[in-house]
């Protein structure tokens, strides 16, 4: 049995960015081969404790992938999926590698897993995905073909398959979610019945809302990520959850994600009097949203919790995420396309604008309505216009 291979590697400064490498065999062309994986993380930030962290969870990475099995002539599509899942180890977050990893074994290997690459065609895939389109949606079975796609274009770099059939399956167009916003004066009722409500609805509807934080921001928003003497509060930690799994990371969804915001004025006495019960309490001070006794709140009870307390407030239930889309909404009508990107964490200008085409269409209605009313009494109809009929 030949010796497992080992992996030497070191930590470098390349541009004031901590950058890992080292020498790592490839198991395909049996040689040994120069390798480097930038953590991210600025020297300035004293971040090397973190960037050592990071090398050993790399190392760890590229020795498994060295002493990886090679390819057999005629594989397994399952090997080609697994070998894709931990290349994508390097380049992915923790929970998006967790959820390509159930498709993998909720859809993919049972009934794709057993075939040999070179036995699967364009008509097997697009029959395969056709079942799934009965239970699952378009978005999700598209996911799910990143998996398929990126495996298949792995077997023929290695010259298994000639070429990559997956890029030639075709989906149904899939309906576009159109989310909904609540008004100024809904969200003031919100966030009344929310301050009733207590902990920790309050904390999680006023952050949403005002702020426009995500989710994962939501629970992962800590007192040290505020300043009071600055007025500013830093989103740069998250929790998010995979099933039962909770990861929380000193990241955000994407690097614009990570953002300082200027305190609102109207918030700071409540955010102020919120740490004071925490004191008071003798809890521990880490997130700001956390029950009164300390307890972390997890991210799938404020998914459930606070379309409940809308629907009890009256008001007509809508996602967290759309309280997101409120804050942006009402605060497209005063500032900027840039200062809303920026203040919402937008990784591209374009997720802004959506929300300025909504509130144009908007516009446009009215404008169409006022002109209607306008001509209905106006001496050109005579008082014969009738809508879409109205002479011209």
Known sequence: MAEPKTVSASLQIDRGVYVIRGRVYDPLTRKTKQRSKST???VKDNTKRKAEKEMKRIIEIWTREA?????????????????????????????????????????????????????????????????????????SVRKLHVVVSGALLDAVRDGVIPV??????????????QGSTYSPEQVAV?????????????????????????RSEIVG???????????????????????????????TKTAKSHRVISLIGSTIPYLK??????????????????WPDGREVRPDFLTHKVPALMKKAGLPPIRLHDLRHTAATILATVASPKQ??????????????????????????????????????????SGNCSGANSPT
């Open 221 to 251: 928003l800590r007192w040290n990520d505020i300043d009071f003497d600055a007025n500013t509060l830093t989103v740069q930690n998250t929790v998010v959850q995979n099933g039962l799994v909770k990861i929380e990371a000193e990241q």
């Open 190 to 214: 919100l966030l009344t019945s929310a301050e009733n409500a207590g902990e920790p609805l309050h904390a999680a509807a006023m952050l949403a809302v005002c702020y426009g934080l995500r």
């Open 273 to 290: 009097s919120l740490k004071s019960q925490q004191i008071k309490s003798g809890l521990r001070l880490d997130k700001v949203c956390v």
């Open 40 to 42: 991210g993380l600025l």
């Open 67 to 139: 002493n990886a099995e090679v390819i057999r002539e005629d594989p397994l599509f399952s090997e080609y999926v697994h070998h894709w899942i931990e290349k994508k180890r390097m380049t992915l977050k923790a929970t998006s590698v967790k959820s390509y990893e159930d498709y993998v074994h909720c859809h993919i290997l049972p009934k794709l897993g057993h075939l040999r690459v070179r036995e699967m065609n364009l008509q097997h895939l697009q029959r395969f995905y056709q079942v799934l389109l009965e239970d699952l949606s378009v978005s």
């Open 340 to 381: 809303v990107q920026e203040f919402l964490g937008h990784e591209d200008i374009s997720t802004t604008m959506n929300v300025y085409t909504h509130l144009l269409d908007k516009e446009r209605i009215e404008t169409s309505k006022l002109l209607d009313s306008i001509l209905k009494t106006s001496v050109f109809c």
């Open 164 to 177: 990559n059939f997956a890029q030639y399956v075709e989906f149904p167009r899939g309906k576009k979610f």
